[in-house]
């Protein structure tokens, strides 16, 4: 598991440098308006993406560790099949919307671009599905390393050019179809569709099309509130704080469950539950290390990173709600990449969609509450209090369940750790922060990830010292 860790955290940290990239760029060469607008159309590829396709994926991905060989081959093509007949309903509906598109004060072009992005982004969160479920980490690489300097190499000079957010989602969209091109499709299907198959992924995906609406409500309903209420400009400072955030908290976290995921899968269905417990318990340390040294950063170095990664008119909205939003991420992606994994190895969708559809409407009431009056920072504070009470009630839940292991001990270490580390942050760089260069951030970043790491053996978070001693021990051997 380790090893396949470093190969996906090798992968996602390149990805990441091309994500706050491509940050930099389109919040320098867009204006908040449109910076904006391209925000709420990612927003809803990504909403549109899941709700409609993402099932799909995650189906495959449950089913695959069941099927070898040709199996696999036909669980491959019956999934593709199914994708393809979505994919056309999908542009039918698109190039209904479109036609309705000035009627409700939008362009017809963005309509389709924003549809073309649904489908082409589906079709990558597929490939990737199929290379995570495969165990394939340098295929998986191949893929995002594509798609991400596909997209800086159209956005940035198209936009540069012509500052437009419509372009921004073509860009976007083609960059998605390029890399699953150049990485290699499989075959496409010709053999009739494999009809228990094909119930077997509805049977399992389909239910989760509600969870992944209420999911799609949680995660972007607050952009379209403050669009609302302040204008597309004021969506633009929270929209790139949020993106920053996943683009490094979640990422961060992602990797783990990328690599774990496949094999806790493995072990339940051989029925070596204390080989779950202790896959679990293993991701579980990583990610509160992971989760919490990132967030100490956010918190300490907020106004270098925000001037650092974003355009002049952003940096200082972003800065207030970025640590925010950083612990709003980091409590979201430990839920999701970790306690709802018992849930998804019992085949209880159920739970998890219970818990998201409490959060969603929590999420909504907070943000029509506050957002009229403190825009975007309200609605950060507001998904820092969801997201925490969702992980509250998934993780009492999956205790009941007997599989999530007890982490209350090891998370007091880490807030502890997140704490000193935040305020050696402070300490050292109180006024100069909003001017440190980027030399100077790398270096306290890693002072603090290094103290973070320090604290964190002399606190034994997870059993650390030992797990150290014992990897020295081997290696001496």
């Known amino acids: 598991m380790i090893r396949d860790t470093l190969l996906y955290l090798g992968v996602r940290a390149l990805n990441g440098i091309m994500a706050l990239s ?243 899968v493995r072990a339940w269905e051989q029925e070596e539950h204390s080989n779950v417990k202790q896959i679990l318990q293993t991701m579980a340390t990583a990610q509160l290390m992971m989760a919490g040294a990132a967030c100490a950063v956010v918190f300490g170095l907020a106004p270098s990173l925000a001037s650092l990664v974003f355009g002049g008119n952003l940096a200082a909205q972003a800065a207030l709600i970025m640590p925010w939003i950083a612990l709003a991420t980091a409590l979201a992606a430990i839920r999701g990449y970790l306690l709802d994994i018992p849930f998804q190895l019992q085949k209880r969708p159920g739970i998890p969609l219970r818990i998201i559809a409490f959060m969603a409407l929590l999420n909504w009431s907070g943000n029509l509450y506050l957002v009229p009056n403190y825009g975007a920072l309200g609605a950060a504070k507001v998904a820092a209090f969801v997201m925490l009470v969702g992980l509250l009630i998934s993780y009492g839940l999956g205790r009941k369940a007997g599989l999530t292991p007890a982490l209350g001990l090891d998370a007091l270490k880490v807030l502890v750790c997140t704490a000193v580390t935040t305020q050696m942050h402070e300490v050292v760089s109180p006024a100069q922060a909003p001017t440190l260069g980027f030399l100077s951030l790398t270096v306290q970043a890693i002072a603090g990830c290094l103290l973070f790491v320090l604290l964190a053996l002399l606190l034994n978070v997870g059993q650390l010292r030992r797990q150290v001693f014992d990897r020295l021990q081997r290696r001496m051997l």
């Open 22 to 264: 491509t940050l930099a760029i389109m919040t320098r060469v867009l204006s908040p308006s449109e910076y904006g607008q391209y925000a709420l159309g990612v927003s809803v590829v990504s909403s549109g993406g899941a709700v409609l396709l993402q099932w799909l994926s995650t189906a495959y991905s449950r089913f695959h560790s069941d099927q070898e060989g040709r199996a696999d081959s036909a669980l491959v093509s019956t999934t593709l099949q199914i994708w393809r007949a979505l994919a056309l309903a999908l542009g039918v509906l698109a190039s209904i919307a479109a036609a309705f598109g000035p009627h409700l004060g939008v362009s017809p072009t963005y309509v389709l671009a924003v549809g073309a992005g649904i489908v082409t982004m589906s079709l990558f969160t597929l490939q990737l599905q199929f290379a995570s479920a495969r165990a394939e980490p340098l295929r998986y690489g191949r893929l995002t390393v594509i798609r991400g300097a596909s997209f800086i190499g159209l956005a940035a000079p198209i936009c540069y050019l012509f500052p437009d957010a419509t372009l921004a989602m073509l860009a976007f969209a083609l960059a998605a179809f390029l890399a699953c091109l150049l990485s290699g499709l499989p075959a496409w299907p010709r053999a009739p569709i494999n009809g228990g198959l094909a119930r077997q992924l509805f049977s399992y995906g389909t239910p989760q099309m509600l969870t992944f609406f209420c999911i799609a409500l949680l995660d972007t309903g607050d952009r379209f509130i403050i669009a609302s209420w302040h204008g597309t400009a004021a969506v633009a400072a929270y929209a790139a704080g949020s993106d920053l955030g996943q683009q490094t908290l979640g990422v961060l976290l992602g990797v783990v469950y990328l690599s774990g995921f496949s094999r806790a």
